[in-house]
């Protein structure tokens, strides 16, 4: 399975942004998918994660009430709804899938990965 995310840009404080990501060469119907971000000069750390059984998504705390993940498995895709958009939100987005369910939001527990897209925030 390949990943390509897309959907980042740049938007004010406050703002809104729609990521996307879509799979081909497999199917993400089994699998937990997940947004993982890296911001500048830092490691890449968890956002969310939903797994294929429909369990109540995982969200790091830093992005809990104003992030929202969903995933629509007829399009292959998995998308991240980001409201009230901060500075600090800024990084690089992945996504990231793994077959079957987890709740471990480390990195090494997803085998695939897109190739990021960046989201500026401007204050």
């Known amino acids: 399975v390949q990943l390509q995310a897309s959907g980042g840009g740049l938007v004010q404080t406050g703002g809104s942004l729609r990521l996307s990501c879509v799979a081909s060469?497999?199917?993400?119907?089994?699998?937990?998918v997940g947004w993982f971000r890296r911001g500048p000069g830092g490691t890449r750390t968890f956002v969310t994660s939903l797994s294929w059984r429909g369990e109540i998504p995982r969200y790091a705390d830093s992005v809990k009430g104003r992030f929202t993940i969903s995933r629509n498995n007829a399009e292959n895709a998995v998308y991240l709804q980001m409201n009230s958009l901060k500075p600090e939100d800024t990084a690089v987005y992945y996504c990231a899938a793994r077959l079957g369910s987890t709740s471990d939001t480390r990195t090494s527990a997803f085998s695939t990965w897109g190739q990021g897209t960046q989201v500026t925030v401007s204050s």
């Open positions: 060469g497999g199917s993400l119907s089994r699998s937990t």
